[in-house]
């Protein structure tokens, strides 16, 4: 099949990148030309496992190719994918700005029947909003689905190759047809395809990440009242974790969740309140998430005094999580703009998001390209992504390199009793601290 996909980020690359692989002819189109004169060579933007080795093997085979001209791309397709950037509005909302100038365009570069997938994500009824607006620009037939995307960032090649399931929103048998069969190569394991309203699909990518985000500000704050009341996250965790109503998910404490897409979709969905109808569980679900952000660095102030001027802090991860160089809206930026605030000079590490780091802090922060380089000179170390290389570091290198040896541990990847015996101080969320 002719496949364009409007959108070349993080959803549009994988999802184009992956249709080509199972041997459609895909073009994916984007307006940042830098982006797109990078992909031409093969070079991915982003950091993504995986990708960057589909995308040479498809684009040497010529089933992918990179674009800015959205118009031929909508004229050589059957499909069309819209993936295009659904961020934060000021009031909260969606801004669908990119989603409806990609829909106009569309329409007006039609030249034959369509198939119109909206793949962002957007408020529910959007895809009516879409087949209104398109009507009036164009003379030709099309349909409009939806069809949200769960991939994970970090994972997403491989969750788009082999998804749990795969949601289509629509109301045409034969369109629906039409995208089911373009799916069919990555659900031969048996996992659904499930065909709903466009409306229920909407909601259910919101809903999905509403309810994730529910998981991990419920286990954080139980983790503050364990840590009040003696007891300990990670026990408690696993307690409930296998009770299979739970299940041993989503369930870690830590220092918040990030990242492009619960942060804006709770509060998209909060935004989505119609009047009358309140949301208190999504609005707790925010207000709990921007405390925990900061409790670290509350446990660093008492540590340390509220004035650290003349401190060092090292941080180890950037990112709103390990395997991404993604750093929206990444618990590290207020707790590294806390430290900074109240005095510190921080030295910060992350094996991938420097360069997005750098768009950030630019030079408030001192970067280092070795995880134990960040320490040097530093009062203490704050563990903020949980890394696969921070997990079993060489304690007697950190122990060295610290001023004093004190680990902030705010994903709980340490042991408080080891590091005791070695003689850290440690701190960690909700946990008895050895
Ligand atoms: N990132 C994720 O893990 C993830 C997962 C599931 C769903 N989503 C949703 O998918 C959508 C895309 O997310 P993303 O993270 O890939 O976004 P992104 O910001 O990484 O990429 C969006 C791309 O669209 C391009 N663009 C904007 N306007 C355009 C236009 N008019 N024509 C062509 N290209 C245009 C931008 O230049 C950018 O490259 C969002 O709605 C997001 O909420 C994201």
């Known amino acids: 099949m002719n496949i364009g996909v409007i959108g070349t980020g993080y959803v549009g690359l994988v999802a184009g990148t992956c249709f080509a692989e199972t041997g459609n002819e895909v073009i994916c189109v984007d307006i940042d030309e830098a982006k797109i004169a990078a992909l031409k060579s093969g070079k991915v933007p982003i950091y993504e496992p995986g990708l960057e080795e589909l995308v040479r093997r498809n684009l040497d085979e010529q089933r992918l190719s990179f674009t800015t001209d959205l118009e031929a791309a909508v004229q050589k397709s059957e499909i069309l994918f819209i993936a295009v950037g659904t961020p934060q509005a000021p009031d909260g909302s969606a801004d669908m700005d990119q989603a409806l100038a990609t829909a106009r365009a569309i329409a007006r570069a039609m030249n034959s029947p369509k198939i119109i997938v909206n793949k962002s994500t957007v408020p529910v009824g959007t895809a009516d909003r879409l087949r209104t607006l398109i009507r009036g620009l164009t003379p030709h037939r099309f349909w409009v689905l ?55 699909a909407e909601m259910s990518k919101y809903a999905a990440n509403a309810m994730l985000a529910t998981k991990i500000s419920f286990i954080n704050e139980v983790s503050n009242l364990c840590e009040k009341l003696g007891a300990d996250v990670n026990e408690v965790r696993r307690a409930i974790g296998l009770d299979r109503r739970i299940g041993p998910h989503f369930i870690f404490a830590g220092v918040g969740y990030g990242g492009s897409c619960f942060p804006k979709d709770v509060r998209a969905m909060i935004a989505m309140g119609i009047p009358g109808l309140e949301l208190p569980l999504l609005r707790a679900v925010e207000s709990v998430n921007e405390r925990q952000k900061l409790v670290l660095v509350e446990k660093v102030k008492n540590h340390f005094g509220r004035d650290l001027s003349g401190r060092a802090f090292a941080v180890w991860g950037l990112s709103f999580k390990p395997r991404t160089d993604d750093m929206r809206d990444a618990p590290s930026i207020p707790v590294i703009e806390a430290l900074l605030a109240a005095g510190a000079r921080v030295q910060v590490h992350d094996p991938e998001a420097e360069n997005e780091a750098r768009k950030i802090f630019g030079e408030r922060v001192i970067y280092h390209q070795r995880n134990y380089d960040a320490l040097k000179g530093a009062d203490a170390l704050l563990v903020i992504t949980e890394w696969n290389e921070f997990r079993r570091p060489n304690f007697q290198t950190i122990k060295k390199m610290l001023k004093t040896p004190v680990i902030f541990d705010g994903r709980n990847i340490y042991d408080p009793v080891d590091l005791r015996k070695l003689g850290f101080t440690y701190y960690s969320i909700g946990r008895r601290d050895g």
């Open 146 to 200: 939806s069809n949200p995307e769960f991939m994970k960032e970090g994972a997403a090649v491989e969750d788009f190759m082999k998804p749990d399931r795969v949601v289509l929103g629509g109301e045409d048998a034969e369109a629906i047809e039409v995208v089911k069969e373009l799916y069919e190569p990555f659900v031969r394991t048996g996992n659904p395809i499930l065909v709903m309203g466009t409306r229920s």
